[in-house]
């Protein structure tokens, strides 16, 4: 076997390999950020759709902390990865009101759609005004 395809042999089994590095770890620009709360009464049908600008953010840093810029708004969040793609938010303020050393909002959002240019995230759970549903597609 000659040098030449010993390698072309190579070049090709390692250009095929797939990449799983890929994290959510980094900074990504929000495209949009939607809301749907199907609830009763007075929040019956609620919905928002929040769609990113170019300085608007989620930096998910190596060190745990997530910080998130929509509009006027910067917030700071500690993230922890859990197995089966998801990721939980425990946000220390939100919209300049900080919630102290234990943090306030929490939830669990699934990781879908993870590649080195976008990811998307969902949160589906139960409130007292309803069923809250959150979509958030983020891109690099």
């Known amino acids: ?26 900074k990504w620009n929000i495209v949009n950020d939607s809301t749907f709360l199907e609830g009763n009464a007075l929040y019956a049908g609620r919905s928002s759709n929040y769609i990113g600008v170019p300085t608007d953010y989620f930096d ?16 700071t ?3 922890t990865l859990l197995s089966g793609n998801k990721v939980q938010l425990l946000y220390f303020s939100v919209d300049g009101i900080t919630f102290g050393p234990t943090g306030a909002i929490r939830g669990t959002y ?27 597609n983020l891109k690099k």
């Open 60 to 75: 998910f840093s190596s060190n745990g902390n997530l910080y998130v810029k929509k509009g006027t708004s910067l917030d």
């Open 1 to 26: 076997m000659s040098f030449a395809l010993i390698f072309f042999l190579a070049v090709e089994m390692t250009s095929c390999k797939k990449d799983t590095s890929t994290t959510i770890v980094g």
């Open 77 to 79: 969040a500690a993230f």
């Open 110 to 136: 699934d990781i879908t759609d993870l590649t080195e240019r976008s990811v998307k995230l969902t949160l589906s759970q139960l409130t007292p005004e309803g069923q809250n549903l959150e979509i958030i």
